[in-house]
């Protein structure tokens, strides 16, 4: 008798699965240092300083890694080429700065050894304490594994520990990485494929680009073919929580129903510059194919110019949910549409036309003044509801005032937009998101914003030259957020003793999330904000925030996560045990590029990708 269809098909089945079993145990055992790779023409690595404008067409990709021979179910059948022609000249973003003072650079090099001397506190801890492992515990002295058991903190601090001259210490984390680290397995359930994307493929691009060495390449190749296999779906978009295991054994794939828009559409920067470095097209493929049909739904949402934060990636809707932000859950979206313009040098003008779309929205809807008892002429980012009636009509849009530390990125984002398009506007904007974040450092007892929180808006519109400060109407909306009635004096009186209880400073009506987990977006957009507009006064900013950092996060091993900043100044804010990879990937990156020399890392050269990691842009010769 004839096998049935279903038999013979569980017996292919189980015949693929053992045949990428053998594959992916015949890979683990090269030496990535040794495999051939096709290297984009005219990449000028040398000391890191060369234009890299090679795009690298025609070349193959020859590198071995253990993903690389996954069987796709829903192959690509025509592949888009990689953008070609000569880079742009783009407009410069970088300020021309004026010699320092003899005093400003005393000052200057001081504050950055400081900052220095606390990542290497942190790095020697972790290579004695938590080696290989994705995080250091700061107060238990231990190891964590949060993104996949790949050694996250290693990677994440790579290029940090090039840029701040610690060369000893990045060859020895190189080796460890190129003899240790397999993306074949993974001690996990899933994998988050947004994060995975971030540190470590932007982790092993960025040190690459930097350094030159072909070993990080190749590990680049490694998690580049790790991550295209989550794409292996009947519309080709991602599982942005991708079962690994699952996937290793054949399961059928595909994307999800609801996913958030940050985790859909954050790719272009790694994928593109992955397969501009290779030659080979697939992650350019890949990410074109969610851009397209963002790039086509973009002025057909609810709020349009911007997408929602909730798709659908399975079905490809883009612009059905109400609700619209800059912030947590949508926020490298939109950072990567300005970023890839400049990654490309300008030769894929849609990421240029999706970011003045977007932004162009978001300054009209998302973005308010909050009321303040300075009178401070600051912006904040919320979130905007496109409201809709009984009908389904769209109706008036209105702001969520909630301001969030995540969202202060955006002050830096708008700021490298603008010079990008040449938008003055845009650069205001970000300059005055960048001073709400230092406002909100300020304001808080110990010098460090919370997690989340909300203020009032100002009633004119924002950035109106006119809004006083009226504490009946903070203390009104205090007493709103709080759910309790605010429309008699004695009913109005009962706000002191809920600002008492929850610690509100003036002008924030709640604090949702009093915590602070070492996050950077603050001090990122201050740093680019500087380079940007030259401001001096922004390196005392960058001095102050640093201060209060380290004085309340440090351990005797390194720096831990707070658990509420609003507790007052003569208490210490009670630490967590918990020191996530981009504190040494991002945070003190920033802190140290800011008090740099302006031509190290420059903007103009590179881009840096959501953990902070650097890409070499295309640059005419």
Request: hydrophobic share 45%.
């Amino acid at each position: 008798m004839g096998l049935s269809r279903r038999r013979m098909t569980g017996y292919v089945f189980v015949a693929v699965f053992f045949l990428l079993i053998l594959t992916l145990r015949r890979n683990l055992r090269l030496n990535p240092a040794r495999s051939p790779f096709a290297e984009a023409e005219a990449h000028d690595h040398g000391n890191g300083n060369g234009n890299g404008n090679g795009n690298g067409n025609g070349a193959s990709n020859k590198f071995h890694s253990p993903w690389a021979s996954f069987p796709q179910r829903y192959p690509v059948r025509s592949m888009r080429p990689l953008p070609t022609g000569t880079p742009l000249a783009l407009p410069r973003i970088q300020n021309t700065f004026p010699t320092e003072t003899a005093d400003d650079r005393k000052k200057r090099l001081e504050r950055k050894a400081a900052v220095k001397q606390a990542f290497k506190r942190c790095w020697s801890s972790y290579r004695e304490k938590a080696w290989m492992s994705d995080e250091l515990t700061p107060l238990s002295g231990g190891g964590r594994e949060t993104f996949g058991g790949w050694g996250a903190t290693l990677v994440d601090s790579l290029d940090t520990l090039w840029i701040m001259g610690m060369k000893a210490e990045f060859a020895d984390a190189v080796d460890a990485a190129a003899a240790n680290i397999s993306f074949a397995t993974t001690s996990r359930t899933d994998v988050n494929i947004f994060e995975t994307n971030i540190r470590y493929l932007g982790g092993f691009l960025a040190a690459y680009d930097l350094s030159g060495d072909k070993r990080l390449l190749a590990k680049a190749v490694e998690v580049g073919d790790l991550i295209y296999a989550a794409f292996d779906t009947p519309n080709r978009m991602p599982l942005t929580r991708w079962r690994l295991h699952d996937a290793a054994r054949g399961t059928p794939q595909e994307a999800g129903e609801n996913v958030l828009l940050a985790e859909l559409a954050s790719f272009s920067l790694e994928f593109v510059r992955l397969s501009l470095l290779t030659g080979d097209a697939k992650w350019f493929d890949a990410v074109q194919r969610i851009t397209e049909p963002l790039h086509a739904q973009q002025m057909m949402s609810r709020l349009p110019g911007m997408w929602p934060v909730v798709v659908s990636a399975k079905k490809q809707h883009f612009n059905q949910h109400l609700e619209h932000t800059l912030g947590a859950m949508s926020d490298s979206a939109y950072e990567y549409l300005p970023k890839t313009h400049a990654l490309v040098g300008g030769l894929l003008p849609m990421y240029r036309d999706m970011y003045e779309a977007a932004m162009d929205t978001a300054l009209r809807h998302a973005i308010f003044r909050p009321m303040l008892p300075d009178r401070a002429d600051v912006l904040l980012a919320g979130m905007a509801m496109a409201n809709v009636d009984s009908g389904g009509h769209r109706a008036a849009v209105t702001v969520k005032p909630e301001g969030q530390h995540l969202v202060c990125f955006a002050g830096g984002m708008l700021a490298l937009g603008g010079r990008l398009v040449e938008n003055q506007t845009h650069v205001d904007a970000g300059a005055k998101l960048a001073d709400g974040c230092v406002w909100a450092y300020r304001a808080m007892p110990h010098g460090i914003m919370p997690e989340t929180f909300h203020m009032l808006p100002c009633p004119s519109s924002q950035g109106s030259e006119h809004c006083p400060w009226d504490e009946d109407a903070w203390k009104r909306a205090v007493l709103q957020r709080a759910g309790m009635r605010a429309e008699t004096a004695a009913e109005l009186a009962e706000a002191d003793a809920v600002v008492a209880a929850a610690r509100l400073p003036k002008g924030f009506t709640a604090i949702g999330d009093a915590r602070y987990i070492l996050r950077p977006e603050a001090i990122e957009s201050v740093f680019v904000l500087y380079r940007v507009t030259g401001r001096r006064a922004l390196l005392d900013d960058a001095w102050a925030m640093w201060q209060a950092i380290d004085k309340a996060t440090r351990t005797d091993l390194a720096n831990a996560a707070l658990d509420d900043v609003t507790v007052d100044a003569d208490t210490s804010p009670p630490q967590s045990d918990s020191m996530e990879s981009f504190w040494l990937g991002e945070t003190l990156k920033y802190f140290y590029l800011v008090f740099s020399d302006p031509g190290v890392v420059s903007l103009d050269e590179f881009v840096f990708n959501t953990e902070a990691h650097p890409l070499r842009r295309l640059r005419p010769a």
